[in-house]
C-alpha cells in the first residue's frame, strides 16, 4: 500500500474543513474516498467538491464497504469513543477529532479496545506541532529549568457570543456536548498543559456554568492544582472575555519560561534559586538572570502534519504527533475540574470515574 485511503464521520465545520485539504492535496498519501454524516445536505455538498467520493448515512456501513484504510472521526464528543471501537473491530486505523471523548470511563474502554486490535489509533492535537510548544516540552524534560515550581495558564482568548451557542441543539448541553469550554475550546490548552509539564496529582476547580451565557455548561473556570513533586499550578479559562489573554508560564528552580503573543522568552538564572536561597547573605538579595528570546524553525503544520504523520505510522515510516490513547490525560484533568466544582472539594488524580459518570448523568436531566 502506498496509498491511505480515508472515510471521514461528520462533515459538518471540523470535518467539511479536513474534506477540502483531501481535496486540496494537502495531505500527501491520503486520498479522500468515502465520507458519513446522517445530514444529507451535507453529502450532497460533498459530492458537490467531488463525485467520485462515495457516501453513507451509518459508521458501520462505511467500515463495512472496503472503500476506506482509515476514519477521522469529526461528529460530537460523545460519539468519539464508540465509532472508534466500531472501527477498531472492523480492521480500520482511527484518527479522532479531539477532545478523546466526554469522560474517562468511557475512553479507558476505547483505549482497551484499541490495544486488542492491530490497527493505528491517532487524536487530533494539533497544536503539539506547534515548534514553540515543543521548545517548552523540550526545555522542561531536558532540565533547563529545573525542578518545577510553577506552571500558570490563563487562556480566556476564546470568545464566544450568545449567536455561537444558539447555532446547534446539541451545544453547550450536559447530553449533547459533555461539558462547556474544558471540552470544546481547551482540550488543546489541557493536552499540552500535561504533556509538557506532566499530570497533577491533585485539582480543585470553580466551574461556573452559565454564567456569561444562556447555556448549561461552564463557560468560566479557575482551577488549582499540585503535582507530585510539590509544584503548583493554576489554569484560568473563560469565552466571555474581550480582549482575552493567552499566557502560559512556566516557573523552576533554575528560570522561568514565558509563552505570549506568539513569542517564547527564558528567564535564565544565573544560579539556582535553590542555591542562591542557601548562600545569600543580603536582606533582599535575589538571582541575577538573563533574558532570552527562544527562536524555533516557526514551522506548524497543524491538523495536515497530524494527518501526514498518521499516513506515515500507518505506511510503516515513522510516527505519530499523538497516540489515541493519550487523549484520556488532558480529559482526565478536566473531568477532574468538573468534579472538584460539583462536589466542592480537592480530587485526587486518577479520579473516581465511575463518581464522575454518575454526578455527570445527574446533569443530563
Not at 481535496?23 to 467520485?52: E, M
Not at 491533585?202 to 454564567?211: I, L, N, S
Not at 468534579?339 to 485526587?348: F, H, R, V
Request: glycine content about 10%; some cysteine.
Amino acid at each position: 500500500m502506498d496509498k491511505v485511503r480515508f472515510g471521514i464521520i461528520g462533515v459538518g465545520t471540523m470535518g467539511g474543513n479536513h474534506v477540502k485539504s483531501f481535496l486540496d492535496n494537502q495531505v500527501k498519501d491520503g486520498v479522500l474516498t468515502a465520507v458519513c454524516d446522517v445530514d444529507p445536505k451535507r453529502l450532497d455538498a460533498v459530492l458537490q467538491q467531488d463525485k467520485t467520493i462515495k457516501t453513507f448515512d451509518n459508521a458501520t456501513a462505511m467500515y463495512k464497504s472496503g472503500e476506506i484504510d482509515a476514519v477521522l472521526i469529526a461528529t460530537p464528543h460523545y460519539f468519539h469513543p464508540p465509532q472508534a471501537v466500531d472501527g477498531f473491530n472492523h480492521n480500520i486505523h482511527v484518527m479522532i477529532e479531539k477532545p478523546a471523548g466526554v469522560y474517562t470511563k468511557q475512553v479507558r474502554e476505547m483505549n482497551e479496545a484499541a490495544a486488542k486490535n492491530n490497527v493505528v489509533f491517532g487524536i487530533m492535537y494539533q497544536q503539539r506541532t506547534n515548534s514553540d510548544f515543543q521548545k517548552m516540552r523540550e526545555m522542561v524534560q531536558n532540565g533547563e529549568l529545573g525542578e518545577l515550581k510553577r506552571t500558570n495558564w490563563i487562556i480566556t482568548d476564546w470568545y464566544r457570543s450568545q449567536a455561537y451557542y444558539n447555532t446547534g441543539g446539541w451545544r453547550a448541553t450536559w447530553k449533547g456536548e459533555g461539558g462547556g469550554v474544558l471540552l470544546n475550546q481547551c482540550p488543546h490548552n489541557l493536552d499540552l498543559w500535561q504533556w509538557i509539564c506532566g499530570m497533577p496529582s491533585k485539582v480543585t476547580a470553580f466551574c461556573h456554568e452559565g454564567k456569561w451565557h444562556n447555556i448549561e455548561v461552564e463557560d468560566d473556570v479557575t482551577a488549582y492544582v499540585e503535582y507530585p513533586n510539590g509544584a503548583t499550578g493554576v489554569f484560568i479559562t473563560c469565552t466571555a472575555d474581550s480582549p482575552g489573554t493567552n499566557r502560559f508560564e512556566i516557573a523552576g528552580n533554575k528560570g522561568k519560561l514565558v509563552y505570549e503573543h506568539g513569542k517564547l522568552e527564558f528567564f535564565k538564572l544565573e544560579q539556582s534559586e535553590r542555591d542562591f536561597n542557601a548562600t545569600n547573605k543580603i536582606m533582599f538579595g535575589a538571582p541575577k538572570y538573563k533574558k532570552e528570546t527562544i527562536t524555533t524553525d516557526g514551522k506548524y503544520p497543524a491538523h495536515n502534519g497530524v494527518l501526514a504523520a498518521f499516513v506515515d505510522k500507518i505506511l510503516g515510516r515513522g510516527e505519530m504527533t499523538a497516540q489515541g490513547e493519550e487523549g484520556i490525560n488532558g480529559l482526565m484533568v478536566s473531568n477532574a475540574m468538573h468534579l472538584s466544582s460539583w462536589l466542592g472539594k480537592t480530587i485526587p488524580l486518577p479520579l473516581d470515574e465511575d463518581l464522575f459518570f454518575a454526578e455527570l448523568k445527574k446533569r443530563y436531566k
